[in-house]
């Protein structure tokens, strides 16, 4: 048991606040802790409970009013914008004919879609069609607008660093003149990872757990942008990957398949994240994970994270002993 302190000593503590100053002492465990400390907890987000708050917000919400119809994933442990500590995940909604306006900002932003057909998304004149399973980046400062032709709604996974600006609070955000940014449609494009080769590298891997690194198609990087970065996955049926610990958190959407994710902490508690189709889920900095496909068909998850941030500032970890 600590000693009573002296009326002194008590004197002293109370003197320091009012000079804005406070002792170390008392916080160093917390300041320096041995591991990672992630306050997000392990949380999983139902697609078939979202699906109809999403389709509520395309009727009640309209774009004029909304500039980007977004349902965000905020970790029940955090606030917005915070998916995890460091990543911010939303589902995005649009109807046709709707334009969500041209703006451009600090953060960056990639889409992974996740449903239907005749959905755009204009990047710097680039005008980019969106088919389920791609990956479409949004870099910096580049002029982005969307839209949706043909019937029913576009739907897609929104990941950005918007966390890491409230800590560096350094964002800065531009309104276009107008609705559209002027933007012609092309096929390919640096910006454009379509499923389709994604899924054909994932197969072509020999073994139960094949991961596809999404890389910058043009210039170097530790990821598609300085802080967040993408991965594909694909288990095979009856199989389970190896685990994961790393200091990156991660959030993951299922592209296709059922499965579970075990989450273990270092006391042998467990968590288990039970995912289907379309579901999406995060893993806090430094957990214990592994994936399980107890189908008779495989499983391709898609995921993004924070691992290039921590490349590119020397603070990256990962367990190599698992
Ligand atoms: O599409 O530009 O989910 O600026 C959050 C902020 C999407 C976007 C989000 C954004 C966007």
Request: charged fraction near 25%; aromatic fraction near 10%; hydrophobic fraction near 35%.
């Amino acid at each position: 048991m600590a000693p009573v302190p002296s009326e002194e000593k008590i004197q002293f503590l109370n003197s320091l606040k009012p000079q804005n100053v406070e002792p170390l002492w008392s916080v160093m465990s917390a300041m320096v802790p041995p591991v990672p400390q992630p306050k997000a907890i392990p949380t999983l987000w139902k697609y078939k409970n979202l699906k109809p708050l999403l389709d509520d917000s395309g009727r009640l919400v309209p774009t004029e009013e909304s500039e980007r119809r977004v349902l965000m994933l905020i970790n029940p442990n955090l606030k917005a914008p915070q998916t995890t500590d460091t990543l911010y995940a939303g589902l995005q909604y649009i109807n046709p004919g709707e334009v969500a306006p041209a703006h451009r900002h600090s953060a960056f932003a990639l889409r992974f879609i996740i449903e239907g057909e005749g959905g755009f998304t204009n990047v710097e004149g680039s005008k980019l069609y969106m088919e389920r399973g791609d990956v479409i980046l949004t870099p910096r400062w580049d002029w982005h607008d969307h839209g949706k032709e043909g019937d029913g709604p576009m739907i897609w996974l929104d990941g950005l660093d918007l966390p890491m600006f409230q800590a560096i609070p350094v964002n800065f955000a531009e309104h276009y003149k107008e609705d559209r940014y002027p933007s012609s449609e092309v096929g390919e494009s640096p910006l454009k990872y379509p499923w389709g080769p994604v899924q054909e590298y994932l197969d072509s891997v020999k073994g139960d757990h094949a991961i596809f690194d999404y890389k910058p198609k043009t210039g170097e990087g530790a990821g598609v942008s300085t802080i967040v970065g993408g991965q594909a996955e694909r288990i095979s049926p009856n199989a389970s990957t190896g685990f994961r610990q790393e200091s990156s958190s991660f959030v993951y959407h299922v592209f296709e398949g059922t499965g579970y994710t075990v989450i273990t902490e270092d006391n042998g508690e467990e968590t288990i994240l039970k995912w289907e189709q379309k579901d999406t889920f995060c893993i806090p900095s430094w957990k214990k994970f592994r994936h399980v496909n107890e189908t008779s068909s495989q499983a391709y998850l898609f995921n993004f994270s924070d691992t290039p941030l921590l490349k590119n500032l020397n603070i990256y970890r990962a367990n190599k002993d698992l």
